[in-house]
């Protein structure tokens, strides 16, 4: 008999049982912290890809437009929605849209109407969206298109900004006429937060998810002591 006091082997058992516990407990302190590290880091690296993806969406479309410069020209004088012209960048731009879908919300050419606005001119949107508009609705500038305006160049946003079409992140292609080199407008291509937040959503789950298994299963390994 014992008396109720604790085997040296029991002693030890308890010990271990004890340090395993305090073990797994350090260790998903520091797994929660390097997950919001990570997230955090994932998060920044994210929004520069998309915003790098819109980039590369928009100078592809610029280049594009510029190779029948005349015809967009053109156009931005009759806004004639009857035009093939219209009617074929028209389609190009929504499946576009259609294709990137993922990783973009808003593709559209745009042209400065004054110092702190812009009128649309031809969009991705499908007629039936409620985000669809004809040529020539006014918007007022952010700061990347005012950038890109004053500059002719290339540009992105660097923060979501508040717009009529929601909070967005922007990236700008000039659009120059392909034989006399004069500035027509700019190529927009956006994400919005919220679709930003439905990728981050993602990852944010399996990274709790991570997190909840690797829990677990320390739990379980201080049980089994």
């Not at 280049?63 to 028209?90: C, H, P, Q, W």
Request: hydrophobic fraction near 45%.
């Amino acid at each position: 008999m014992n008396n109720g006091r604790l085997l040296p082997e029991d002693i030890r058992k308890k010990r271990v049982k004890r340090q395993i516990v305090m073990i797994a407990f350090l260790f998903c302190i520091i797994k929660l912290i390097t997950g919001i590290i990570s997230y955090n880091l994932v998060s920044n690296v994210v929004r520069e890809q998309l915003v790098l993806k819109c980039k590369s969406i928009a100078l592809t479309v610029a280049s594009v437009i510029a190779s029948d410069s005349d015809g967009y020209k053109d156009f931005l004088n009759t806004f004639d929605m009857e035009s093939d012209y219209y009617k074929r960048t028209k389609e190009l731009m929504m499946n576009i849209k259609k294709d990137n879908a993922d990783q973009i919300t808003y593709i559209y050419t745009e042209a400065r109407v004054d110092n702190d606005s812009m009128m649309y001119i031809i969009g991705g949107e499908e007629p039936s969206s409620p985000a669809y508009t004809v040529p020539g609705v006014k918007d007022t500038l952010v700061a990347a298109n005012r950038e890109a305006y004053d500059k002719q160049l290339a540009t992105a946003g660097i923060n979501f900004e508040d717009t009529g079409y929601g909070t967005r992140l922007s990236a700008y292609a000039p659009i120059m006429h392909e034989d006399t080199g004069e500035f027509l407008g700019l190529v927009g291509v956006d994400i919005t937060k919220f679709q930003y937040k439905q990728i981050m959503n993602i990852i944010l789950f399996e990274t709790i998810a991570s997190f909840i298994i690797v829990f677990l299963f320390l739990g379980i390994i201080a049980l089994l002591f």
